[in-house]
């Protein structure tokens, strides 16, 4: 499955919201709060076997599926090479 889907099935069952854009803002929206970055991380490093740096958690990694399986596959191709 790709990463965007993964996100987006994560999205749909740990926070129960079904109609969302891709581009749309967790924490803007409210989709996502504080609380909810933890558990998207811990999603991140257990499905794709990253390891998050503090650095990383920016919005501009966290703020929305397009923004994190962009992310995510930075982090994968940085891994791989």
Do not use: H, W
């Amino acid at each position: 499955m790709p990463v965007r889907d993964q996100i987006r099935q994560f999205i749909r069952d740990s926070f129960l919201v079904d109609d969302f854009e891709d581009d749309q803002s967790f924490l803007g929206t409210g989709i996502v709060d504080s609380l909810g970055i933890v558990q998207l991380v811990a999603f991140v490093e257990s499905a794709f076997g990253l390891k998050v740096p503090d650095g990383d958690l920016l919005p501009e990694n966290f703020d929305s599926v397009s923004r994190l399986a962009a992310y995510v596959d930075r982090r994968c191709r940085g891994q791989a090479a």
